[in-house]
Structure formats: C-alpha cells, structure tokens
C-alpha cells in the first residue's frame, strides 16, 4: 500500500480529497503555471477542513506549495525573501509541511538556501518538488538532499512523465532505502496511478487529478484580462472526483 497526495486548488478539492480519503494534500494555486504558494484565506480554511476531518477520524496531512512565481527555480534576493517568508506563514499557519526547491545558476540544489529553508520550517516535513528533475545531475542532488535532511522527494525522475521516468524512479527507491520518502509525479492519475506503482515501487504518489471547469457567468461582458492569446479567466482546472477517486484507490490497493 502506498500514500496518496493530491493537489488541491481551492477549498471544494479540499473537501474532496478529505472524503475521498487521501493520505495528503499539496494545497497550492495557479495549477494552470505548475502551481504557485497558496493565498492565505484558502490555506487557513483548508486546515480548518482538515482539523474537521480528524475530529471525525479521518488523518490527512496538509503540504503547502512554497513558490513565489512561476519559471525557474534559481531565485534572486527578492524571491527567495518572499519564498523564505511562505515557508515561515505555512509552519506559523499550522500546516503538516512544505514543498519547496531552490537551485543555483549553475543547476544544482542550492545548499546553503534550502538548509535555511528547512531551519525556517521546524517541525514540518519537507518535500523537495519537482525542480530536482532540472538538476545537471541528479545523483548529486540525492546526496546533497540526504545531507540536508530532506524528508521526501517529489520526481519524475528526470522525464516528462512518472512513467517515462520509471526506470529511474525505481532505482532512487531502492537505492535510497526509505531514508527520503519517493513521491512519483508528473502525469499520474486516475488512469496510470496503479501501473506507475506497480513498476516502480514507490511508496507514495503525487497527482493533480484535474479537469477544466468553468464558464461566464450569466450576463458577464466578454471581456479578455490576460494578454492577447492567454487561456480564457473563467477556465481553470480543479480536482476531478472519478479519476481523484481512482488515484486514491490505486493507492490502497482497493478496486471499489
């Protein structure tokens, strides 16, 4: 049996995800860019839902998404200010963890930065996100990570998709022994949760699970507030119940 973690965007996903049983939620926003810090009106009523839910019995941890903007991952002073002060926000809020990571120009985890990252985090788990899979080397960012105490690692390893990174990802589990906590991420779903566990390994995945939902409301001038040939405002993607619900359940090794 492996762990579950779904990305939610706003509080309705979170109420899914809770009833649907997930292990954790990344809460973050902007999954449209791949996911920028939450506000803090969504994070503070995300961790109201889940302090319901486990007074009704049902544990689920909340990660928050630490990232200032969308792009890269090598931040100058300012965002890595901003980054730092999410991270504060996210342990003082009273959140399960975070989810961060900060390379250097030169493409390597940026040590100095994510140890003060995890000093300002506490008592929080840490994930390393996905800015391993643009490390120039990758197994010198496991021992970097290992070094700094990192408790999880969410990967594709190094491809597009957790299943066009399988091979990988297999080798990191074993190779790393339990001592960071694999996530397989990139494409997982409702559809492919089972195979990618099945030929990797790994003890917990990571999936957005999403849809586009949306429409103008009724009477609104359609009128662009993004630049010429942006994605329309009203659509955004949001967690879809069945394949949510298949994910979760791949997971625990259930069909029903």
Do not use: N, Y
């Amino acid at each position: 049996m492996a762990r579950s973690e779904l990305l939610c965007t706003d509080l309705a996903s979170v109420e899914l995800a809770l009833d649907l049983g997930a292990d954790r939620i990344e809460l973050c926003a902007a999954l449209e860019v791949g996911g920028v810090t939450p506000g803090p009106g969504l994070l503070r009523r995300a961790l109201q839902a889940r302090d319901r839910a486990a007074a009704a019995g049902r544990e689920t941890e909340v990660v928050v998404l630490t990232r200032p903007r969308r792009g890269d991952f090598a931040l100058d002073a300012g965002d890595f200010g901003a980054l730092l002060a999410d991270v504060v926000a996210a342990r003082e809020a009273g959140a399960d963890g975070v989810a961060l990571g900060v390379l250097t120009q030169q493409g390597e985890v940026d040590v100095s930065r994510t140890a003060e990252l995890m000093a300002a985090a506490g008592a929080m788990r840490v994930t390393f996100h996905r800015a391993f899979d643009q490390l120039r080397d990758r197994a010198a960012g496991v021992e970097a990570l290992l070094g700094l105490g990192v408790h999880r690692l969410l990967t594709s390893g190094g491809a597009s998709s957790a299943w066009e990174g399988r091979v990988e990802l297999r080798a990191l589990v074993e190779g790393l022994g339990g001592r960071i906590e694999v996530v397989a991420a990139g494409g997982v779903s409702g559809d492919s949760a089972a195979r990618v566990l099945e030929a990797t390994g790994v003890p917990a995945i990571h999936g957005s699970c999403s849809a586009p939902v949306g429409s103008p409301p009724p009477g609104a001038a359609a009128v662009a507030l993004g630049k010429p040939g942006a994605a329309p405002e009203e659509l955004r993607l949001t967690l879809d119940a069945e394949s949510a619900g298949r994910f979760v359940r791949a997971a625990t090794g259930t069909s029903s």
